[in-house]
């Protein structure tokens, strides 16, 4: 099937072609990120897995639109863009904040009969484990909760037009996970696989083995050197065990 370059724009964004029947990875983002933070994933599967890429409201080309700051309705709007990429089996890999949309969407999925065929989740402690982001912070508590994760570059934080188009979205999104609390009785027939980094100050590994109980199929964990961004530092190996799930 020939998707129509349509599909690309908003909520989808696919950097690499993949000929017909490559796996198909959907992706996304932390608090704050952004389509492109998978862009080099993309290039490293390819070109046998076609990696599909969720752009949130918010930020980049789309940070016009307003943030969406609830997990749930997030879900119900990404799931419904991800009907005409259905002609395949999905696997979805969420990071972080991520992982909670990502589950909620597989909820979903199922629900609609079309259930993934796996789940990854990263640097996130399982939907009814604790939030671990700051509630209703300062700018400054913002700026100094994002330094401390290392995930984005310092120099963008110190430029202060760049501050002010990133914020909005960084703070709508921890809003979104402080504002989240997952259904203890909420279990996918998918396997899950998780990942963490075993420095990670927002994941614990005992949180994150909790995930475990919202399957009633296979699961398993993965903990790397790193911290809540290992996944860019430990990219190589990340690469490996994505391509493992996917075959």
Known sequence: MTLPETLDSLWCRRFEPAPAGARRLVCFPHAGGSAAFFRPLA???????EV?????????????????????????????????????PLTLFGHSMGALVAFEVALRLERDGRPPARLLVSGRSAPTGPAGVPIDPTDEELVADIKRLNGTEAWMLADPDLLEMILPAVRGDYRAVAGYRGSPDAVLSSPISALLGDSDPRAAVDEVRRWSAHTSGAFDLTVLPGGHFYLVDRAAEVIDLLRTRLE
């Open 52 to 88: 599909v890429a969720v752009q949130y409201p918010g930020r980049q080309d789309r940070r016009l639109e307003p943030v969406v700051d609830d997990i749930r309705h997030l879900a119900e709007e990404i799931t419904a863009a991800l009907a005409p990429w259905s002609d395949a």
């Open 43 to 49: 290039t490293a599967l390819s070109p046998r897995a």
